[in-house]
């Protein structure tokens, strides 16, 4: 058998074995919240924060933090990412328990649609148009009002990690009304050698046309997954949604170049978190 072929034996062989841990893992975390049912809004949060750190380790990803997490202890607060993946709400699960918000599709989808709802989540229908915007904004204002950071993606979509996409300014007004503290993180992907072809922008990121399905497949085959946030400390202000939104785009910009420095460097003080 050549060198091809057994690699990719091996990566079918992780595929399959992830793929039936993280459905166990789901199953788990179902069962679990039927038995603790934990409040909707900020207990459910922490709660599935656990999990999430669980079901993160299962997918064989290394996740690593760096600067201080966000904290709404004094206050409310927001924080807006760039956006790779359907892995990233994992992971800043992982990092600690937040209130996300996340396009409608996702409360659809089977097991993890019931888990983030119970967390708070806050569903924007990105089709639905002005028509919207009050529920949201009435969403966001309660999100705000939870005791734990509100973490949104400003880019409206995910991309492949080339650029990081202009922000959509919506998001950005729920901010200003409620007297919001701005803070930024970025997320970036690396992946080792050993994976033939793979590449992060096809096997880790999900983006465009791609399906959900064949995609979790293919990247819970991958050896060393490895993904870094950076959360930064400064608070963004702007005096409206166009300022706010272009400032908030710059240090995510900044935060993501640094990452990728980092990256390529080797830079390995970066503490480990799951």
Same mark, same amino acid.
């Given at each position: 058998m050549?060198?091809?072929?057994?690699?990719?034996?091996?990566?079918?062989?992780?595929s399959?074995?992830?793929?039936?841990?993280?459905?166990?893992?789901?199953?788990?975390?179902?069962? +679990?919240?039927?038995?603790?049912?934990p409040?909707?809004?900020?207990e459910?949060a922490v709660?599935?924060?656990?999990?999430?750190?669980?079901?993160?380790?299962?997918?064989?990803i290394?996740?690593?933090?760096t600067?201080?997490?966000p904290?709404?202890?004094?206050?409310?607060?927001?924080?807006?990412?760039?956006?790779?993946?359907?892995l990233?709400?994992?992971?800043? =699960?992982?990092?600690r328990?937040?209130?996300?918000?996340?396009?409608s599709?996702?409360k659809?989808w089977?097991?993890l649609?019931?888990?983030?709802?119970?967390a708070?989540?806050v569903y924007v229908?990105?089709?639905?148009?002005?028509?919207t915007?009050? /529920?949201?904004?009435?969403?966001?204002?309660?999100?705000?009002?939870?005791?734990?950071?509100?973490l949104?993606f400003?880019?409206?979509?995910?991309t !492949?990690?080339?650029?990081?996409?202009?922000f959509r300014?919506?998001?950005?007004?729920s901010?200003? !009304? !409620?007297?919001?503290?701005?803070?930024?993180?970025?997320?970036?992907f690396?992946?080792?050698?050993?994976?033939?072809?793979a =590449?992060? /922008?096809?096997?880790?990121?999900?983006?465009?046309d791609?399906?959900?399905?064949?995609?979790?497949?293919?990247?819970?085959g991958?050896?060393?997954?490895?993904?870094?946030?950076?959360?930064?400390?400064?608070?963004?202000?702007?005096? +409206?949604?166009?300022?706010l939104?272009?400032r908030?785009r +710059?240090r995510?910009v900044?935060g993501?170049?640094?990452?990728?420095?980092?990256m390529?460097a080797g830079?390995a003080?970066?503490?480990?978190?799951?």
């Amino acid at each position: 058998m050549g060198r091809l072929a057994v690699g990719s034996f091996f990566h079918f062989a992780r595929s399959l074995i992830r793929s039936v841990l993280l459905v166990v893992l789901l199953l788990a975390a179902t069962v +679990d919240l039927w038995i603790k049912r934990p409040r909707w809004g900020a207990e459910g949060a922490v709660w599935i924060h656990g999990w999430c750190r669980r079901i993160v380790a299962a997918m064989g990803i290394e996740c690593r933090v760096t600067g201080t997490l966000p904290s709404a202890e004094v206050g409310p607060v927001s924080v807006v990412s760039n956006h790779l993946s359907y892995l990233d709400i994992l992971l800043y =699960s992982a990092a600690r328990p937040f209130v996300m918000v996340s396009k409608s599709e996702v409360k659809a989808w089977p097991l993890l649609g019931r888990l983030t709802a119970q967390a708070g989540t806050v569903y924007v229908d990105r089709e639905g148009g002005p028509s919207t915007y009050p /529920a949201v904004n009435r969403a966001m204002a309660e999100a705000y009002k939870s005791g734990l950071p509100v973490l949104f993606f400003p880019e409206g979509t995910t991309t !492949n990690g080339s650029e990081v996409l202009p922000f959509r300014r919506g998001l950005f007004h729920s901010v200003l !009304n !409620n007297g919001v503290e701005l803070r930024t993180a970025a997320l970036r992907f690396s992946l080792g050698d050993a994976n033939g072809n793979a =590449s992060v /922008a096809d096997d880790v990121c999900w983006w465009g046309d791609a399906l959900f399905g064949p995609h979790i497949f293919r990247c819970l085959g991958l050896k060393g997954v490895s993904a870094r946030i950076l959360f930064d400390d400064a608070v963004v202000q702007g005096a +409206d949604r166009f300022e706010l939104s272009e400032r908030a785009r +710059d240090r995510v910009v900044r935060g993501y170049e640094e990452l990728g420095r980092e990256m390529e460097a080797g830079v390995a003080s970066v503490p480990l978190i799951v």
